[in-house]
């Protein structure tokens, strides 16, 4: 666990900022191997990811500022733009590269779930190595375990300054693991002929019941109503705008069957 890993020329290479951009480089390939598969313009789904990157990380660092370490920043201004030294949302990534991805498909004219659907997989690995970061940073880390077991982060980390030698929970590692599953599970439901939309909403919902669970571990992350934190009331919107949507595709769905099998009928009996 190292806060700094080298310097290059005096200046200090932070494993935060090196991880969250191989992070970021995996996800990207994800989405270009499954572009290839399905046959889409390559250059124009990089040109996208490019775009959405830009757009999620100025979401996360603002949804970060605003609603997981205000505080701090109203006294550190200067802090604000230093994201190399961590502190980036990943719910508020998503909901900065989504806007961003929906304003460059609307220009192209492409069509949003499918468009959506092609890029699920990759978000949710980036995601899960980009919980590495956080882990070699030392920060989104959990609450004390009350026993020997758990993480002991070391003395220059955020962790450290907050609990001491106290063993904590390793939720960010868990949720890198609940990622990972999280992506097997949506290859399996890839591979299964469902309407569009449907892969995208599953990331979305699967994700959202991971990190609220998860969010009851944290220690790193001030409470809400409830008791619950800005982490876990997004999910829960999250959650229930994708059940909505899940239902009304569902049911559009099976409408459209009706409607088919009625057609199909009436031919039968026209002859």
């Known amino acids: 666990m190292r806060v700094i890993l080298f310097e290059l020329w005096g200046y200090p290479i932070r494993s935060y900022g090196l991880v969250v951009a191989l992070a ?47 505080s701090y920043y109203l006294q550190h201004p200067s802090d604000i733009v230093a994201v190399w030294k961590g502190g980036m949302s990943i719910q508020g990534g998503l909901v900065g590269g989504i806007a961003t991805a929906v304003w460059y498909i609307r220009k192209f004219g492409w069509k949003f779930w499918e468009t959506a659907d092609l890029f699920a997989p990759g978000m949710i690995v980036g995601q899960a190595v980009g919980r590495i970061a956080c ?49 097997a ?22 994700y959202s019941v991971g990190r609220f669970s998860l969010e009851f571990l944290r220690g790193d992350t001030p409470h809400y109503l409830f008791g619950w934190t800005a982490a876990q009331w997004t999910s829960v919107g999250a959650g229930l705008v994708t059940t ?11 409408r459209n069957t009706a409607s088919f099998e009625l057609d199909s009928n009436r031919q039968t009996d026209a002859k």
Do not use: H, M
Not at 244 to 254: E, I, Q
């Open 185 to 206: 599970l949506l290859l399996v439901i890839k591979n299964r002929k469902l309407p569009q939309g449907v892969l995208f909403l599953s990331y979305v919902s699967l």
């Open 244 to 254: 909505a949507l899940l239902f009304l595709t569902k049911r559009g769905r099976t």
């Open 24 to 70: 970021i480089l995996i996800g990207i390939g994800v989405v270009l191997y499954f572009a290839k598969q399905e046959g889409k313009d390559r250059e124009r789904v990089l040109n996208l990811c490019i775009w959405a990157v830009v757009g999620g990380l100025v979401g996360a660092r603002v949804w970060e500022v605003l609603f997981f370490n205000g």
């Open 135 to 183: 882990l070699l940073n030392g920060d989104a880390f959990g609450s004390p375990t009350g026993s020997t077991f758990g993480i002991v982060y070391p003395p220059g980390t955020v962790a450290y300054d907050r609990y001491g030698d106290q063993p904590l929970y390793p939720a960010e590692i868990w949720e890198g693991q609940w990622n990972l599953i999280v992506f």
